[in-house]
């Protein structure tokens, strides 16, 4: 039974499936930047006009959210390895 379990590959094994899926992404990516040149924008702020100004506020957010994940709240809520064994 475990070794079934072993042996059972999963769709993201193959390096293949995950380049198709990143191929998928980028597309919608491409897709979606095109679609902004005629979509009407009802912006509130001058800089909400910008092409791709959506799409460049969502990443650098992203980026915000790792970095402060990473450097500010891991060292607070982060324990020794060995904190529930004591």
Known sequence: MAKQQKDKKYLF???RNVRRLLGIFYVSLGVLLGLELFVHKHPHFKWEEWFGFYAIYGLVSCILLVL???????????????YYDE
């Not at 402060?68 to 060995?82: F, G, T």
């Open 13 to 15: 094994d193959d390096p």
């Open 68 to 82: 402060i994940a990473k450097y500010i709240l891991r060292p607070l809520i982060m324990r020794d390895e060995d």
